[in-house]
């Protein structure tokens, strides 16, 4: 069974520039939530998906957005980018929302450099 | 706001001992505290603990949380380099959407 897939991989921007990130999660899985990791403030959540409407989002400005398909793929997306936004970009899938006690698994990760 | 505090932040022991790693929240309505290992890349699923699982025991890897006192060790013998990577601990409020609040890791260092 495929795991997690995030594309790029890697990525490198200037500052003012928009990005777009992609995920696709677990076959079956049908959340997906998406997490920032710098070295400052460890892994953040930013937002999770689930049947395309986003269920929940963090402490982020609204530069970052995201967005989730009926096949359950999700893309985020950050525009204006600003140097802080240099980050290891997770996402994870889990199978259903919120009442069951269902781990979420993640994938590779999207380094994105702003320089 | 939910808290996860781990401690301590880098530990550096040699192969064949025993590490425990620290792990105490704060989080309104918990559902579950999870432990992850990450290397390089994406952190990799170690354990799930919740009200009706409060010990786990995977090979040399095990872990207990005590909901009283708010908090949970991961614990691992006879430590192996492969052992080396960030022990990340993540908690999960009921109710709400599927998302982890972490703490900043404990960065383990086997040494052969």
């Known amino acids: 069974k495929a795991g997690v897939t995030q594309t790029p991989r890697y990525l490198i921007k200037t500052r003012g520039q928009q990005v777009t990130l992609s995920c696709s999660p677990i076959s079956g899985h049908r959340s997906v939530s998406w997490y920032q990791q710098t070295p400052g403030q460890g892994l953040q959540f930013l937002f999770e998906?689930?049947?395309?409407?986003?269920?929940n989002k963090g402490n982020f400005p609204g530069r970052f957005s995201g967005r989730q398909f009926s096949n359950s793929r999700s893309e985020m997306n950050v525009s204006t980018l600003e140097l802080g936004d240099s980050a290891l970009y997770l996402c994870?899938?889990?199978?259903?929302?919120?009442?069951?006690?269902?781990?979420?698994?993640f994938g590779p990760g999207t380094r994105l450099l702003v320089l | 706001e939910d808290k996860v505090v781990q401690s301590p932040l880098s530990l550096v022991v040699h192969e064949g001992d025993t590490v425990t790693l620290n792990c105490s929240y704060e989080v309104t309505n918990f559902r579950s505290l999870l432990w992850y290992k990450q290397e390089k890349k994406a952190p990799t699923f170690l354990f799930m603990l919740t009200s009706s699982g409060i010990e786990k025991k995977s090979g040399r890897l095990s872990s207990i949380l005590d909901k009283k006192e708010l908090f949970s060790i991961l614990n691992i013998t006879a430590t192996q380099t492969g052992d080396s990577a960030v022990y990340l601990c993540a908690v999960e409020a009921s109710g709400s959407a599927r998302q982890l609040t972490f703490g900043s890791g404990t960065q383990l260092t086997v040494l052969p």
């Open positions: 994870a899938s889990s199978k259903r929302y919120a009442r069951d006690q269902e781990t979420q698994y």
């Open positions: 998906y689930f049947s395309e409407t986003q269920r």
